[in-house]
Every structure is written in C-alpha cells, then in structure tokens.
C-alpha cells in the first residue's frame, strides 16, 4: 500500500517555521498522514522575500524532507489543464498545492487536503495545534546551551518577579520594500502605553528589551527599570527568544518571534500585550492571530 503522506512548505524566519511545524504535528496527529517538508525556499536566494536560513534545528526537531519527485509531482497537478480543473472541480482534480485562503484566520478545511499535496501557508493562529499544545511546547524546547555571556542576564530574568520581555522589531519592516509595504512598524506611542500599563499592573516591573535595532531602542525608549539585551545575532538570534520565554509577563511587536516569546513562556501567570494592528491592510483581520487572554493596544 502507498504511504499517505502530505507536504508543508517551510518559509520565512524562525517564527514562522515554529508555526509552521506545529501545523505539521497538529497535522499529523489529526489525520494520521505523514508530514514531509519543502525545504526549497531555503534554498533559494531570490524574489521578493527576505532570505532566511533554516532554524527549526535549534530545537532538535526532526524534518523529514519532501524528495524532488515529490514535490514536483504536487506542483504539476497544480499547473496547466490539471490547475484549472482543480480549481472549478476539486473533488474530481485534487490540487496539487493548496493555499492559505486567509492570513491570520484558521481554516479546519486544511485538514482535509488531498494525500501528496503542498500545504503553502504561514498558518499563524494557535487553533491549528491548540489541541496539542504540550506537545508543541515539548518541541519546541531550546537543545543548545545559552552563550556563556547571556547567562548574567538568564539568572537577572530569573531573580526579577515581574520582568517584562518587550520586542521592538524593526530591521525588514524600515529597510525591505516588500515587508514595509505589508507591516505596520510598532512606534514609541505603542510600546510607551503598553509599559505604562503593565506598570500599573505590576509596579515593580523590570523591562529586559531585545531588538534587531539596538540603536532605535536607546536613543527612543527611556523606560524606568530597563536593561537592553544585545548581541544576540546571526546564528544566536534564537537566544532573544528563549530569554523572552524565561520572562514573566510580555510586550511582542506584530511579529512571529516575539508571539512564540510570549507564548513558549515558562511562567504562564504572566501578561502580554500585543499590537492591535499588524498590517497596514487594515481589511485583514488577526483576530485568530492572538490567544483569547493577550491584551491589545
């Protein structure tokens, strides 16, 4: 008998990857079909997307890879004659790849995608693996140790009651003309209001700031109790995210990274703020992007 077997393409940064493969365990678990994975984008260093390395392996996960034939067989029924019937028939012409219909929004019908098919989507939105989230957390655990001068500030996140991970993230959405046409840019006013609320929440709060713009931070944010987190570049970027996940309580910028921050968080007493607003397509709604409890401003 032949394998049943269903293809997520893998795209974007870390973040997404996460959300990605987490549909894939969900996947998995749901249907009882393999999960193989599209490993191309990483592969390729052109179009309009930022290229991104691989990063899924920081956790140890296994990615079982989608062999060429494989993929080129789904691409195929997605093309010429086969494609247009696919799309006017699909119960008679499974597509070869299926789309995200909608960002930010939960689709159950993914679930039932046709044996072979590329699943080409970002699937950002706990209700695909809600179900299983203690596995997804068990995933997701950091394997490699913490860089030895990130230590100091572990045991000061540890130590502090109330600390705050706040994410300002920049970088793409300033300088890439495809991100900035699509993200809005968090500003001072944003995460000057979300500290004043999480100080009134808990007046002892200690901000740890992690940022891929350093400089932005220091000279805009003057936040009492604050200590800017830096040098955790390149290849060690993934370790912003597990000192978020050691904070208490969370302000994430509209980005996947700090929502994973947030959400991986070891405490799960704590707060979190999120961005009201996402996109500057003001027309797509995120309201399945964030868990119920989280605040927006």
Known sequence: MEEQYTIIRLQGGLGNQMFQYALGMAFEGQTGSKVLYDLSFFESRTGEHVPRPLELGVFGVHL???????LRAAIQRSQGW????????????????????????????????????????YWQSERYFGSMREQVRAAFRFTAALQAHMEP????????????????????YV????AKSTFVTCDKDYYMRAAALMLERYPEARFFVFSDD????????????MELVDGNTGIHSSDDMR???????????????????????????????????????????????????????
């Not at 699909?90 to 699943?119: C, M, N, Q, W």
């Not at 500030?153 to 793409?172: E, F, K, N």
């Not at 350093?214 to 109790?225: D, G």
């Open 64 to 70: 079982s890879s989608a062999s060429p034939d494989q």
């Open 82 to 121: 086969r494609g247009r019937l696919s799309r006017s028939l699909p119960a008679l012409f499974p597509p070869g790849v299926v789309y995200e219909r909608s960002p930010y929004t939960f689709d159950p019908a993914i679930f039932k995608a046709p044996t072979g098919s590329i699943l080409d989507g």
């Open 175 to 178: 300088h890439h003309a495809a």
């Open 243 to 297: 000192l978020m996940s050691q904070c208490r309580h969370h302000i994430i910028a509209n980005s996947s990274f700090s929502w994973w921050g947030a959400w991986l968080a070891q405490r799960t007493d704590g707060s979190v703020v999120a961005p009201v607003r996402w996109l500057k397509d003001s027309s797509i709604t995120t309201s399945d992007l964030l868990p119920p409890a989280w605040s927006t401003l």
């Open 153 to 172: 500030v572990a045991q000061r996140i540890a130590s502090t009651p109330d600390a705050v991970s706040l994410h300002v993230r920049r970088g793409d």
């Open 214 to 225: 350093p400089e932005w931070v220091r000279a805009n944010l003057a936040l009492p109790n």
